[in-house]
């Protein structure tokens, strides 16, 4: 692959993040969504796959820290296309399942930083119409994370915000941070160490 066929995929894909036919102002669950319509019409899509195995058509209902609220339906029964509706808009296919999340939220899940499960059970995430297929949907945007991380970009740091911006890098939790904070104190161990001699 050349520098110039590089150069355009980017440029492809910075298109595809400011596209004013998915992207709401304030939404940082606008790139996730922008994110899956490149996924969807990029020539190594999954789209039929996804299809065949989805069989839903999805509305979000998403609501950011401001109050402000914004929708996106997902066809996924069909032809396998997305987009914005506007506010008071109704879909253009009947919704088989209405997920309403907060912006953060839906990015955490997109991202792998929130599981679906936790945040149904915390009534974070609401879903009206069959919950395993909303799942199901969760789970397969999880299993295409890479295609989606991979088109985003390197993460990207916003230090005015608390999150980090979109795809901030994820800190590890559990386990993994437990052994992350393991390793760093043999390493301030080694430092002082050698500091001594």
Do not use: C
Not at 20 to 48: E, H, M, N, Q, Y
Not at 60 to 72: I, L, S, T
Not at 122 to 143: E, F
């Amino acid at each position: 692959m050349s520098t110039l066929d590089i150069d355009d995929q980017v440029n492809d894909r910075l298109a595809a993040l400011s596209d004013p036919a998915l992207t709401v102002p304030g939404f940082d669950s606008s790139r996730v969504f922008a994110l899956i319509s490149v996924v969807l019409s990029s020539p190594s899509s999954p789209k039929k796959r996804l299809i065949k195995r989805i069989k839903t058509v999805y509305l979000f209902q998403v609501d950011n820290d401001k109050g402000d609220k914004a929708q996106w339906w997902l066809d996924m029964k069909k032809k396998g296309r997305l987009g914005k509706l506007a506010p008071g808009a109704k879909a253009p296919l009947r919704p088989d399942v209405i997920i309403k999340v907060g912006d953060n939220d839906l990015v955490g899940l997109a991202t792998g930083r929130l599981h679906p499960q936790k945040l149904y059970a915390a009534k974070r995430l609401h879903v009206r119409g069959d919950l395993d297929r909303s799942l199901l949907a969760l789970r397969v945007l999880s299993q295409e994370r890479e295609k989606l991380e991979a088109l985003a970009g390197p993460a990207q740091r916003d230090p005015d915000k608390d999150t980090g911006g979109v795809w901030a890098e994820v800190k590890p939790h559990g386990a993994a941070a437990k052994v992350e904070r393991v390793v760093e104190g043999v390493r301030e161990g080694v430092e002082k160490v050698k500091a001594k001699l």
